[in-house]
T-cell receptor, first 115, second 111 residues
């Protein structure tokens, strides 16, 4: 399978705990995005990387959220001191930017439930 | 980000064409029109995009109004597998920094 892979698929945690999600993009894709989606809403942009550089962060991304993409390959999204409002689907997408054409390929997401 | 307006929901019958409208009256000259769809329990999937001219691919057609203030995604023969939320998104320069999703149109396909 050469698609975007996200792990775990589901995560249940208690309020106050830290969680980390992993995203493995399509090989050789240079951009990687993180989005968050709650029920009935469209995905909300969180942050994106061009290779290993984090180029943009949404104001939605509080200090409790941090994302990394070491060596420009896989990426991790960590949420510290989770709150019930963090419960959502966390989606990762990757793309290969060539000129002005960019198609994002999304993974199936990690569903986070904070109890 | 320039905004788009889509109906909340639409219904179609299997094997009939579907026309999904999108209004984007504040579109700028460098904004590309992108369409993605999201099937249940999956991440969004690219469908098609265009700038000024109509576009066709194996999944759908995109018809863009002459003044670019609206567009229509056309599914030529809807199947049950086309039931999804369809998002119309404006993106500066085609490969700008982000896609900004709205709430999209929930398409129901009746057998």
């Amino acid at each position: 399978d050469t698609g975007v892979s996200q792990n775990p698929r589901h995560k249940i945690t208690k309020r106050g705990q830290n969680v980390t999600f992993r995203c493995d993009p399509i090989s050789e894709h240079n951009r990687l995005y993180w989005y968050r989606q709650t029920l009935g809403q469209g995905p909300e942009f969180l942050t994106y990387f061009q290779n290993e550089a984090q180029l943009e962060k949404s104001r939605l991304l509080s200090d409790r959220f941090s994302a990394e993409r070491p060596k420009g390959s896989f990426s991790t999204l960590e949420i510290q001191r989770t709150e019930q409002g963090d419960s959502a689907m966390y989606l990762c997408a990757s793309s290969l930017v060539t000129g002005e054409n960019e198609k994002l390929f999304f993974g199936s997401g990690t569903q986070l439930s904070v109890l | 980000d320039a905004k788009t307006t889509q109906p909340n929901s639409m219904e179609s019958n299997e094997e009939e064409p579907v026309h999904l409208p999108c209004n984007h009256s504040t579109i700028s000259g460098t904004d590309y029109i992108h369409w993605y769809r999201q099937l249940p329990s999956q991440g969004p999937e690219y469908v098609i995009h265009g700038l000024t001219s109509n576009v066709n691919n194996r999944m759908a057609s995109l018809a863009i109004a002459e003044d670019r203030k609206s567009s229509t995604l056309i599914l030529h023969r809807a199947t049950l597998r086309d039931a999804a939320v369809y998002y119309c998104i404006l993106r500066e320069g085609g490969s700008g920094s982000r896609l900004t999703f709205g709430e999209g149109t929930q398409l129901t396909v009746n057998p």
